[in-house]
């Protein structure tokens, strides 16, 4: 028994037995059956890793218990610590958990007591978003069979994305090669320990993945909402047509969703062919299936 809580804190052998353990969950691999339940707590608004986590667990045959936090004892003044040991005691297996705050395991994990149940992030504020990067490393897997040597580029919100934290450090130290682009500002000084920040079109038909990232209007500031230009920022930072067709033939585009029509990417190239982004999310069922049996192990 054992928590996914940042996709870089466990072994590159772990990381590649859950890619190829989700690739043949979607091959049609009968998952490993246990009587669990698990619960999900979402502190944020979420549709696709919310209802793919809770498919996930109906492919498992698990259980699920149903608590909203906005009306948990939380409200009352409960910590989240004492929740958990809560859920345990009841009987909950498995806890899925999405937070505002950075990082909020590292103080439940602190203050245990308790047995709590196994832990899995589904997103820490602007930290980590483990089950969405593994969902990214099964597409571009699923593509390429390898991770060595290929070009990677991530472009926009860079500060206020726990996806790029997450994708930049697991794919450079699989090996790809990254490079950064969008508004200076909004790339954080340590992401130079990834990759170069360039200008978008800079040796644009090189890259075998482009990976879009939506502009995250509730976590900018006022003044940066107010001085936003969607056209602009389209014509500068999106995917137009011009840029779509200078991708080389095996290149793909990915972005985790929900996507911006016509700000990250134009309308009508959010479901080209070259497009991966929906396949992302039917990849996350089986990613998020494979996190729940590597948890329950």
Same mark, same amino acid.
């Given at each position: 028994m054992r928590n996914y809580l940042n996709i870089n804190a466990i072994s590159k052998n772990d990381v590649l037995h859950l890619i190829k353990r989700a690739i043949a969950l979607k091959s049609g691999d009968q998952p490993k059956t246990k009587s669990l339940t698990a619960i999900n707590l979402f502190f944020e608004n979420s549709t696709r890793t919310h209802s793919s986590f809770q498919m996930a667990e109906n492919y498992l045959n698990w259980k699920q218990i149903q608590i909203n936090p906005l009306t948990s004892s939380m409200t009352?003044?409960?910590?989240l610590t004492d929740t958990l040991k809560t859920l345990k005691a009841i009987g909950v297996d498995v806890a899925v958990i999405r937070h505002s705050q950075n990082a909020w395991y590292?103080?439940?994990? @602190?203050? #245990?007591?308790? &047995?709590?149940?196994?832990?899995?992030?589904?997103?820490?504020?602007?930290? #980590?978003h483990p089950s969405q990067s593994l969902l990214d490393l099964v597409t571009i897997y699923q593509e390429f069979g390898h991770f060595e040597g290929? @070009?990677? *580029? !991530? !472009?926009?919100?860079? &500060?206020?994305? *726990?996806? &790029? *934290?997450?994708? &930049?450090? !697991?794919?450079?130290?699989?090996?790809?090669?990254?490079?950064?682009?969008?508004?200076i500002d909004w790339q954080p000084s340590n992401f130079?320990?990834?990759?170069?920040?360039?200008? +978008?079109?800079?040796?644009?038909? =090189?890259?075998?993945? +482009?990976?879009?990232?939506? %502009?995250q209007h509730e976590r900018i500031t006022q003044t940066e909402n107010q001085n936003f230009s969607s056209k602009k920022y389209h014509e500068c930072y999106g995917l137009t047509d011009k840029r779509y067709a200078n991708? @080389? #033939? #095996?290149?793909?585009?990915?972005?985790?969703?929900?996507?911006?029509?016509?700000?990250?990417?134009?309308?009508?190239?959010? =479901?080209?062919?070259?497009?991966? !982004?929906?396949?992302?999310?039917?990849?996350? %069922?089986?990613?998020?299936?494979?996190?729940?049996?590597? +948890?329950t192990e």
């Open positions: 009352k003044g409960e910590s590292e103080n439940v994990l @602190k203050h #245990q007591g308790h &047995a709590i149940p196994q832990l899995v992030n589904a997103g820490d504020g602007s930290g #980590q290929l @070009k990677v *580029r !991530i !472009i926009g919100d860079l &500060a206020h994305s *726990r996806v &790029a *934290r997450s994708n &930049a450090e !697991i794919l450079k130290s699989l090996g790809a090669t990254l490079t950064f682009s969008g508004p130079y320990t990834f990759g170069e920040h360039v200008e +978008v079109d800079e040796n644009w038909s =090189e890259q075998d993945v +482009v990976m879009f990232l939506r %502009v991708l @080389k #033939q #095996q290149a793909i585009i990915m972005h985790p969703a929900p996507v911006n029509r016509d700000v990250e990417i134009a309308d009508h190239l959010v =479901e080209a062919p070259k497009s991966r !982004i929906f396949e992302q999310m039917t990849n996350g %069922v089986y990613a998020r299936m494979a996190i729940l049996e590597y +948890v």
